[in-house]
């Protein structure tokens, strides 16, 4: 989670000296002042491609209308541990991943390529004891929101680092006498790459 959090705060860092071009997109070979947040629809595909590294995946679609933001994504974590993420947690005896699960988000963008978010994601995770390796399921409605910024290379590509707060109800398994209570919350930064495929102003 430390090492998770450092390359997050270098990759936000690093995207500060591209703020200044966020209000221009290029057309044939002149600059002209047409700011992406300014765009009246766009549709858009994005990765949280991190998971991509721990054998899972993550791949997302959205529709921009003016100010607000559909999106809905699937994702599968591979062996990505998300038990450190969690308020309360257990992660010294236990560890839990993200099997392929769903998730809808309604955004709004309040300043710029600033944006706001709710969410629903229907998890499903998989837990394991770490002494036995034994494994057992977890299905999981998580509300929450988060913030993100979207940082455009040119006039297609971006990134889009972010923080999500995941709530969710009590839920436990019993593994040979020995009680896992998942978190009631997650606080997690995310990063995804996306590309605007088409928009109009």
């Known amino acids: 989670m430390k090492k998770h959090n450092f390359i997050m705060i270098l990759g936000i ?15 044939g070979e002149h600059k002209v002042n047409i700011p992406h947040y300014k765009a009246e629809q766009a549709f858009e595909v994005e990765s949280l491609f991190p998971m991509f590294f721990t054998g899972g995946f993550h791949a997302a679609i959205g529709y921009r209308y003016g100010k607000f933001r ?36 309604l955004g709004y963008n309040i300043w710029k390529n600033l944006e706001t978010y ?58 040979n006498g020995e009680r896992y209570t998942i978190p009631n919350a997650d606080i997690s930064p995310v990063i995804r790459i996306g590309f605007r495929i088409w928009e109009k102003q």
Not at 13 to 27: G, K
Not at 84 to 100: E, I, V
């Open 70 to 105: 559909l999106r809905a994504s699937v994702i599968n974590g591979g062996d990505y541990n998300a038990e450190p993420a969690g308020l309360d947690n257990q992660k010294d005896t236990f560890k839990r991943f993200y099997k392929t699960s769903p998730g809808f988000f």
């Open 13 to 27: 860092l690093f995207l500060q000296n591209y703020s200044i071009a966020q209000d221009t997109t290029s057309c």
């Open 118 to 175: 709710t969410f629903v994601e229907m998890h499903t995770f998989a837990v394991e004891q770490k002494a036995t390796g034994r494994r057992q399921n977890i299905r999981s409605n998580d509300f929450g929101g988060g913030v993100s910024y979207q940082f455009f290379f040119g006039k297609y590509v971006y990134l889009q680092p972010g923080l999500h707060l995941y709530l969710r109800s009590d839920k436990s398994r019993d593994f």
